[in-house]
């Protein structure tokens, strides 16, 4: 079964350290979100793009976060400087450019300390 | 933005039917999803419905949408041990390919 590969699965960080998620799509998706979930707030959408564009990053933190696709096999977001409350599971999602074919990644678990 | 609405917990008897609710918050959404996490895991699609549709069955799942009242439904039937998990109602937003997802029904079904 094609899956979203996300690297690293677990990442322990000190506060004020910089922190890089990867996730590689589904081949053909043309279309990758990120989206943060936690036990207060439940899923957020942090950013998504489409076509290697972004579309929408209004749910970041801009002064801290930043997400770029370098090329359609990669994605990636990017916490400089990292706080404690960024401790969260981070997923990547990819579709193919429908309505119905998001398929998440495993996840990569945050926690800043 | 708003809240999609779902309660926290559900128990159910292994054999029995579950039936976990959602209320969603955009009457334009043309498709709706029902996702299953499992523990240390990503979100599973489960099944998804378009707005045109009143119902769909799918083997042991069934997802009931009233429109009007902007009420979607997962029922699963003979429910098993294996389906205890947390399960997410989600809604595309008005942008067209982003999810808004409720905060999750914790599944428990106990033997």
């Known amino acids: 079964d094609a899956r979203v590969t996300q690297t690293p699965r677990h990442k322990v960080t000190e506060m004020g350290q910089e922190v890089t998620m990867r996730c590689q799509p589904i081949?053909?998706?043309?279309?990758v979100f990120w989206y943060r979930q936690t036990m207060m707030q439940g899923l957020e959408l942090l950013a998504y793009?489409?076509?290697?564009?972004?579309?929408?990053d209004s749910g970041m933190p801009k002064d801290r976060f930043s997400a770029e696709m370098p090329d359609a096999t990669l994605a990636t977001l990017k916490i400089q400087p990292s706080e404690p409350r960024d401790s969260a599971v981070y997923f990547c999602?990819?579709?193919?450019?429908?309505?119905?074919?998001?398929?998440f990644g495993s996840g990569t678990r945050l926690t800043v300390v | 933005g708003e809240d999609v609405e779902q309660s926290l917990f559900l128990s159910v008897r292994e054999g029995d039917s579950s039936v976990i609710n959602c209320t969603y918050t955009?009457?334009?959404?043309?498709?709706l999803y029902w996702y299953k996490q499992e523990p240390g895991a990503g979100l599973q699609l489960l099944t998804y419905?378009?707005?045109?549709?009143d119902m769909k069955q799918d083997q042991r799942l069934t997802v009931l949408l009233n429109k009007k009242d902007k009420h979607l439904s997962l029922r699963i039937a003979d429910t098993q041990t294996g389906d205890s998990a947390i399960y997410f109602c989600a809604e595309i937003v008005n942008s067209g390919y982003a999810l808004n997802f409720g905060k999750g029904t914790s599944l428990l079904v106990t033997p």
């Open positions: 999602a990819s579709n193919p450019g429908t309505n119905y074919g998001y398929t």
């Open positions: 081949l053909g998706h043309n279309t």
């Open positions: 793009f489409r076509n290697r564009a972004p579309l929408d």
């Open positions: 419905i378009f707005s045109n549709m």
């Open positions: 955009d009457s334009s959404s043309t498709y």
